[in-house]
């Protein structure tokens, strides 16, 4: 499997920008889709944003993130990136990466990141 490392969390104040990396070491990284979830405290891990091997030409949003964030990566370097703007208190949570078939469904993703902490101050 894949090793997957977050970067870039931190704290924001509403309506600020953060931008999240996530470098893959160890394993294939180009044949696959890349993904962000998030867990807020106290809830389930939510679908975030994903993208194909291809690049933005095939990548799917959350509901609650369409038009705020953007996804996407860069094959040569073995990154994924998520553009998070307009932030709002509601997406204050610990983002992960995952990498695996593209699908709204963690089920679908078989390497995980540790996480990376983003709090949005209202």
């Known amino acids: 499997q894949v090793q997957l490392v977050e970067s870039g969390g931190g704290l924001v104040q509403v309506g600020g920008s953060l931008r999240l990396s996530c470098v893959a070491s160890?394993?294939?990284?180009?044949?696959?889709?890349m993904a962000w979830f998030r867990r807020a405290p106290g809830g389930e891990r939510e679908f975030v944003a994903a993208?194909?091997?291809?690049?933005?030409?095939?990548?799917v949003y959350g509901d609650a993130v369409k038009g705020r964030f953007t996804i996407s990566r860069d094959n040569a370097k073995n990154s994924v990136y998520l553009q998070m703007n307009n932030l709002k208190p509601a997406d204050t949570a610990v983002y992960y990466c995952?990498?695996?078939?593209?699908?709204?469904?963690?089920?679908?993703?078989?390497?995980w990141g540790q996480g990376t902490q983003v709090t949005v101050s209202s």
């Open positions: 993208i194909s091997w291809r690049g933005a030409d095939a990548s």
């Open positions: 995952a990498s695996g078939t593209l699908s709204f469904h963690e089920r679908n993703y078989d390497s």
């Open positions: 160890g394993g294939a990284f180009n044949p696959y889709a």
